[in-house]
């Protein structure tokens, strides 16, 4: 029943359209022409709780959901019933996970966290099986830790917000390269958000405080702003973005509304 309020993130596949709303915690479900289908997490008899989820990410028939105050990622089939949570610790203490992706082979998932500002890789079965990341500004260290996506079978892509870039590493690790860095032209980045990757492996990024969406090729490098006739797009706080077939979906935090545009 209720409006979302400042959705974070969207997460698209064949069967719905989830997005996070966290301020609300819970998660909402729309079928793919954008009308309401379930929400998880306010149903109080169900026994499904979150506090403030932040990231969430899906793969064939799970969704994953990290849920930042019960410092877990939460697991779920498609209709929303769970089957399963991980708790996410560092060094013993409670971990702040953001955000969540699923290794396309569906073997592993990868967190970001914000109290270690590390990135952790854990196995199907909760096994933490590596980690890599601090604070700090260079390469391969994180001020933030956000948005996380694949970019083929071989890498991640990381948002690293407050660095105002994102960084590119191999499934194991390995950095490989930096996206954007700290400005307000073309290219550069001041408060990135959100990252999707389309077939192409091409970057979409999403800037909250420029309220607009960058695209940069699997290389990192600038290719254009989103928008249409060289009109550039502007969006509300644009936050977690996602690409399902040629379309990508975008959470405007403060429009309180996801949007849809054709990728054509």
Known sequence: GK???????????????????GTNHRVVAFNHQGRFAFS????????????????MSSYENRIFVADTGHHEV?????????????????????????DVAISQNGTEFFVTCNNTQQIQVYNMHGKLLRKWGEQGTKQGTFRYPGT???????????????????????????????IGGQGVVAGKLFRP???????KDNIYISDSYMELIQVFDSE???????????????????AGIAIYKDRLYVS?????????????
């Open 3 to 21: 409006d979302l309020s400042l959705p974070a993130d969207v997460e698209v596949n064949q069967q719905y359209i989830y997005v996070v709303d």
């Open 40 to 55: 998880i997490g306010d149903d109080s008899e169900a026994g499904i709780l979150f506090s403030y989820p932040v990231g």
């Open 74 to 98: 939460k697991v779920f089939d498609l209709q929303g019933k769970p089957v399963g949570s991980v708790k996410i610790s560092a060094e013993g203490q409670p971990e702040r996970p953001i």
């Open 148 to 178: 996380i996506n694949n970019i083929g079978n071989h890498s991640k892509v990381v948002i690293d917000v407050l660095n105002a870039r994102a960084q590119v590493f191999s499934n194991s690790g390995k950095f490989i390269r930096i």
């Open 193 to 199: 958000k959100g990252v999707a990757v389309d077939h």
């Open 220 to 238: 990192g490098k600038f290719l254009y702003v989103l928008g249409n006739n060289d009109k550039i797009r502007r969006f509300s706080a644009p």
């Open 252 to 264: 405007e935090v403060l429009g309180n509304k996801v949007s849809v545009y054709s990728l054509r």
